[in-house]
């Protein structure tokens, strides 16, 4: 018997799916929308805890307007859950999980660590909050490699994130896709005899088959990026989610690469992640043999001229 996710969230409907915590895609109307429709919602929280930073101000404006959209009065849980990028920590515990708590969100997600180590202090202090208020917090960790996996159960997760390398965005530079990585997590959790830890797969899933094919591989649900930026419910311009529908031959259109980062100035992740993207005229350009300054000038020129064919659309 393995752990019933739906039953953590009682708005869920199976099979169990989330959107991902796509920071500047993801934001209380998308994941009002999945949660609404039985899903389970996530809102991007961003990588920035400084005291009051425009992410975090950001973030408790998000909350407060999806418990709006939902109905629901303070002091009410909020069905849905806030993802974090966790490659600097500065300021999470003091700043950020008082949010959480404020709003009683169901579930916090964290993902890109230095060090796989470094969520068990912020683990530590959810819980410590949780024990002393009614606070009801699931804590999911994405994880992309076996040692990942590990150590994240050794923490005490909830929900294991197993993200295959088929994902669009961020993701282990080295990595499997679900096919081989998603049984390996299993027989993890089955030799551990742990039979608390829910697993959802992330990485390619578009659709049914998708979903049914890591049901099989060991998953309890799914969770869907790149689908749902290609929504209207998804506040990224649409030139980005007609570049995401346009394309097919997927493993030929998109690469993974620290690149992508590097030619929009976001190249902040440690070296241990890179990110799979379309190949746009950026990539291109670098193929060509043209320089990253260069390549970066004609980025922002065609950012300030208010274009966005030189973004890079993580899919
Ligand atoms: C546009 C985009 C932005 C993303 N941003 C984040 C993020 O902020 N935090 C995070 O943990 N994962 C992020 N991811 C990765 C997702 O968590 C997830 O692993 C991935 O979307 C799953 O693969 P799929 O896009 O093929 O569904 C992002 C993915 C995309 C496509």
């Known amino acids: 018997m393995t752990v019933n996710i739906l039953q953590w969230f009682p708005h869920t409907t199976s099979p169990f799916i989330a959107n ?4 500047g895609f993801a934001d209380a109307g998308l994941a009002t929308t999945v949660t609404k429709a039985g899903g389970f919602g996530f809102i991007g929280g961003g990588f920035d805890f400084k005291s009051e930073s425009t992410q975090l101000l950001g973030l408790d404006a998000q909350l407060a307007n999806a418990r709006s959209v939902l109905g629901l009065t ?5 069905p849905l859950g806030v993802g974090f990028i966790t490659f600097q920590l500065d300021g999470l515990v003091d700043n950020a999980v008082p949010i959480l708590r404020r709003h009683r969100v169901a ?3 964290l993902s890109f660590p230095r060090a796989d180590a470094d969520h068990l202090p912020i683990i530590q202090a959810i819980r410590r909050a949780q024990e002393s208020s009614d606070w009801d917090i699931k804590i999911f ?12 159960l050794r923490q005490g997760v909830d929900v ?3 993200q295959g390398t088929d994902a669009g965005g961020h993701q282990w530079a080295q990595g499997a896709s679900l096919i081989s ?7 993890l959790l089955s030799k551990a005899q742990d039979t608390s830890t829910a697993v959802l797969a992330a990485g390619g899933i578009v659709d049914g088959r998708g979903c049914v094919a890591t049901l099989g591989l060991g998953a309890d649900g799914i969770v869907m990026g790149t689908r749902f930026v290609a929504t209207s419910e998804c506040l990224a311009p649409s030139a ?10 997927g493993g030929v259109s998109t690469i ?13 992740f440690p070296r241990r992640y890179d990110g799979r993207a379309v190949i746009g005229a950026s990539y291109e350009d670098s193929q060509n043999g043209i320089n990253d300054e260069e390549i970066i000038r004609r980025y922002n020129e065609a950012r300030e001229a208010g274009g966005h064919q030189r973004r890079t659309v993580w899919a």
């Open 20 to 23: 991902a915590p796509m920071f």
């Open 74 to 78: 303070d002091g009410q849980p909020l």
């Open 107 to 109: 579930a916090v997600w």
């Open 141 to 152: 960790i994405q994880v992309g490699t076996i040692k990942a996996a590990e150590e994240a």
């Open 160 to 162: 294991l994130v197993v």
């Open 181 to 187: 990585l998603l049984p390996e997590v299993r027989d």
């Open 240 to 249: 980005i989610k007609q570049t995401i529908i346009s394309r097919g031959d």
């Open 256 to 268: 993974k690469s620290i690149r992508h980062d590097v030619f929009q100035s976001t190249d902040l």
